[in-house]
């Protein structure tokens, strides 16, 4: 939720965004992309990575 990934206004279209530009599956549930995330980044990783894109906010 804090990174905008879930749970807010245009969530979905970002969840797609980040799964397109990471290669990952696009049927991909939100848990399922979260656990991903979990595994393949740190926190840090993650929030820098999310900066770098577009229609992101930095957290």
Do not use: C
Not at 34 to 42: S, Y
Not at 48 to 56: C, M, P, Q, S, V
């Amino acid at each position: 939720v804090a990174l905008g990934l879930s749970g807010g206004e245009g969530s979905a279209e970002k969840r797609r965004l980040l799964l397109k530009r990471l290669d990952l599956p696009e049927h991909l549930t939100a848990n399922g992309m979260l656990e991903a995330l979990n595994l393949l980044f740190g926190r840090e990783e993650l929030e820098a990575l999310l900066a770098e894109e577009r229609g992101f906010d930095k957290v």
